[in-house]
């Protein structure tokens, strides 16, 4: 770290360091443990305690939008731009997201936290882990990870408990499930699948080890897996056009910001995409971040994915 860039943090340090220091101090009768106080372990193994359930809660992730959204919690905050973006869609908050504050960019900016008061601050596993102590004097850090339904149906009972909204979590869960068993009930696995955010030259794909592929595979023929790829933070991952083409998906769909037909045709004449049996037979859909939320982080936004890639496998030809 340069001077002038250690010289430029040292007021939040100091400010940083007095609220730790405040935080730590004890009286001759020290207050005994509030009643409400929980502690629930994160998704890197850390007890995390709140000493009564969140009310102010910033989300660094995609994931705490999904489940708060369940839960009909809007988030004092998210880290990041595009988080706020994401969270206008009208399948987590659509205009009540105007309220909700952006504290960062790539990472949070400290004393916007600082100046906000939360009680929780949410993030995902191996991205913001490092945070954790610079984070401690502002608020808890809890993490989450999601790589199958059964994860995605704990954290949000977890973030349930954490902010009181117990059965709000499991009102929203058994609604997940059954909307689940009745995708299973029509399951199509004479249909080979390909789900991709990626744009022409690099294909990120769902992978079967990914929240959206694991649950495909009980639905289609899903048969992309991580393998030696390295993943993203959600286990996406990119798959070459040739590997594409080796397998020749029968269905399509990628995941895009907004509506775009023509990315769409672009991909569709593409001279090599052209030849994929799907493009040929019309079986090439975009989904956009007002129908499935963007990336799928959770119970809610997987509800709308499947709803939107069943209703088209409906009217896919045999």
């Not at 400010?15 to 502690?39: D, F, G, Y």
């Not at 699948?193 to 992978?207: H, I």
């Not at 799907?278 to 936004?301: F, I, N, P, W």
Request: glycine share 6%; hydrophobic share 45%.
């Amino acid at each position: 770290m340069t001077f002038s860039r250690w010289f430029a943090w040292l007021p939040l340090m100091s400010l940083l360091l007095l609220t730790a220091c405040r935080s730590t101090q004890t009286t001759h009768a020290p207050e005994p443990a509030s009643v409400n106080a929980m502690t629930l372990t994160d998704a890197s193994g850390t007890a995390v305690t709140l000493p009564q359930p969140a009310e102010r809660i910033v989300c660094l992730h995609l994931s705490c939008i999904d489940i708060l959204a369940e839960l009909g919690i809007v988030p004092l905050a998210v880290g990041h731009p595009r988080l706020a973006d994401w969270a206008k869609s009208p399948i987590y908050f659509g205009e009540a997201a105007n309220q909700i504050a952006v504290v960062g960019g790539p990472e949070p900016n400290l004393e916007a936290l600082l100046g906000l008061r939360p009680d929780l601050i949410i993030g995902y596993r191996g991205q913001v882990d490092g945070l954790r102590e610079t984070l401690a004097p502002i608020a808890p850090l809890f993490l989450l990870e999601v790589s199958s339904t059964e994860q995605a149906i704990a954290n949000l009972h977890q973030l349930g408990q954490l902010t009181a909204h117990t059965a709000a979590a499991e009102v929203a869960a058994q609604t997940f499930r059954d909307r689940l068993t009745a995708h299973q009930e029509q399951a199509r696995r004479d249909r080979t699948v390909l789900v991709t955010n990626g744009t022409q030259g690099t294909f990120y794909v769902a992978t079967r080890e990914s929240l959206v592929g694991s649950t495909l595979a009980e639905l289609v023929d899903y048969p992309w897996s991580l393998g030696d790829r390295t993943p993203s933070a959600i286990n996406w991952a990119v798959f070459s056009t040739e590997h594409i083409l080796q397998v020749d998906p029968d269905v399509i769909f990628v995941l895009v910001p907004a509506p775009s037909p023509a990315s769409v045709a672009a991909l569709a004449q593409d001279a090599v995409w052209g030849h994929l049996t799907a493009v040929k037979a019309g079986q090439l859909y975009e989904l956009s971040d007002a129908e499935v939320g963007g990336l799928t982080t959770g119970t809610r936004s997987l509800s709308q994915l499947l709803d939107a890639i069943m209703a088209h496998l409906a009217k896919s030809p045999q």
